[in-house]
């Protein structure tokens, strides 16, 4: 009977209910995050730091959810995001699988605190940049490294933080999880 | 329970090596998955659509009532402009019309004189912050196709670089990849020149002749040269000019005349009516 039940929302068991907002919750948070950093850019003023939003979500969803769960997020953000960007289709899903992985690997070093997030969310937003920076310079356009660096991949980082800690409470707040029961798989 | 959910979720790493391994591939091989990729930003280009398009009503309510008063008098003032236009634009066509007789008269080539436009909206910026790519709502299926220059009716914006089914992306002229040729408009110099990119709000000229008149607030225009512009579409204002002796050329720094960071609807300018006669 209960087997049944499952799928019916709010008569399910209270795990299952939690499974399937995960799920909802997963499932419109990538779209939103290729928006806002898509569409919710034509509104921002100029020269304004733009953030990873793609790349934070899947961050803040690794400490909240599991490391393996962050590296799905990404892959699937990835692929979103090159969706709706001029770079070569695969290049954000290359870029942010690599630097979840990175962190992933990286284990209880960088999951364990806030010290090691923030670490990790820098060096994850660097890796991203680099990759992309350096996948689009082969496919032949122009890139000027150091303005590239200077006014868009550092602004971006310090951006890359203040979103993903504002990610973070609002997955928390969300998923009713907390970082313990995420950072230790 | 929780614990299995969780490790149900999660991507294996051998999977994840799987994925990259496909990106890479797709890197690889230029034109790979350009089909599925056509499909799928279909529901991407629609979401983004959709959210610009509230987020233009929701700004333009806002907009309408802190300035109701004001826009009154602007929607007047605005009518009688219109009307002085549509009569200059009468004269316009019929001067169009007696230089395209004249030119064939004098057995001249036609020029294209009129482009036809397709109206898009902007829908996203690039996600990469230092790309200067915008994604319009239009693409083959509106007749939108490749090196079609982009513009508002300020002047010149862009060229389309990609185009799929449903939307088309646009470099900027403000993206570092890009360089228009053009030239001054101002009769006693007709200078010409490339304007390139700078990845932000100026943009530089250069390869002007060091004899050349070249001044702060001389209107830049496209010369025509390279054949993916049009001639005659306004670039940008000069705001500094660099002469130095020892040059072979001077550079001047450019405002573009559009405006490049409030960019809500567009024009993709199709080829001349009148060229295929």
């Not at chain 1, 509104?43 to 790349?55: F, K, M, N, S, V």
């Not at chain 1, 806030?114 to 994850?124: D, E, F, I, Y």
């Not at chain 2, 080539?109 to 829908?123: S, T």
């Amino acid at each position: 009977m209960r087997q049944h039940l499952a799928p019916l929302g709010a008569l399910a068991p209270v795990q299952h209910r939690r499974s399937a907002r995960w799920l909802i919750v997963g499932g419109l948070l990538l779209p939103a995050a290729v928006v806002g950093q898509t569409t919710g850019a034509l509104y921002l003023p100029e020269g304004w730091p733009r953030a990873d939003i793609g790349l934070a979500v899947a961050l803040a969803w690794a400490w909240r959810r599991g490391r393996g769960e962050g590296v799905g997020l990404a892959l699937g953000g990835g692929l979103l995001l090159d969706l709706a960007s001029a770079a070569p289709l695969g290049l954000h899903v290359l870029a942010l699988g690599l630097a979840l992985l990175l962190v992933e690997s990286a284990g209880e070093l960088l999951a364990g605190s806030w010290p090691g997030r923030l670490v990790a969310t820098v060096c994850a937003g660097a890796l991203v940049h680099l990759v992309v920076l350096t996948g689009l310079w082969l496919r032949g356009w122009a890139i000027d490294w150091s303005r590239a660096l200077a006014q868009a991949t550092l602004p971006a980082l310090g951006a890359d933080l203040v979103v993903g800690v504002v990610l973070y409470y609002l997955l928390g707040g969300l998923l009713g999880t907390s970082a313990a029961s995420g950072s230790a798989r | 329970m929780r614990e299995r959910l969780a490790a149900h979720w999660a991507v294996p790493r051998w999977l994840a090596g799987v994925a990259l391994l496909l990106a890479i591939v797709l890197l690889l091989v230029p034109g790979a998955g350009r089909v599925a990729e056509g499909w799928a930003s279909r529901g991407v280009v629609g979401l983004q659509a959709a959210v610009a398009a509230v987020a233009e009503q929701v700004r333009g309510g806002v907009d309408t009532m802190q300035r109701a008063a004001e826009l009154r008098a602007e929607n007047r003032a605005l009518r009688e402009q219109v009307e002085r236009l549509q009569a200059e634009i009468t004269q316009l066509h019929e001067l169009e019309l007696e230089n395209y007789e004249l030119r064939q008269l004098a057995g001249l080539q036609p020029l294209p004189l009129r482009n036809e436009l397709i109206p898009a909206r902007v829908v996203g910026r690039d996600p990469l912050p230092f790309v200067q790519v915008i994604a319009l709502d239009v693409g083959s299926e509106q007749g939108v196709r490749e090196d079609m220059p982009v513009v508002t009716w300020r002047g010149l914006i862009g060229r389309v670089i990609d185009v799929q089914p449903t939307t088309a992306r646009v470099l900027l002229i403000t993206d570092a990849s890009s360089a228009v040729a053009v030239r001054v408009q101002a009769p006693e110099s007709r200078a010409t020149g490339v304007v390139r990119g700078r990845n932000d709000a100026l943009l530089l000229l250069q390869y002007v002749e060091q004899q050349a008149p070249l001044e702060t607030g001389d209107l830049l225009i496209t010369s025509g040269l390279g054949g993916v512009f049009p001639p005659g579409v306004p670039v940008g204002k000069v705001v500094q000019v660099r002469k130095r002796d020892q040059d072979l050329f001077q550079e001047a720094l450019v405002e573009p005349t559009a405006r490049l960071g409030q960019l809500e609807r567009v024009y993709v300018l199709t080829r001349g009516a009148l060229e295929g006669q």
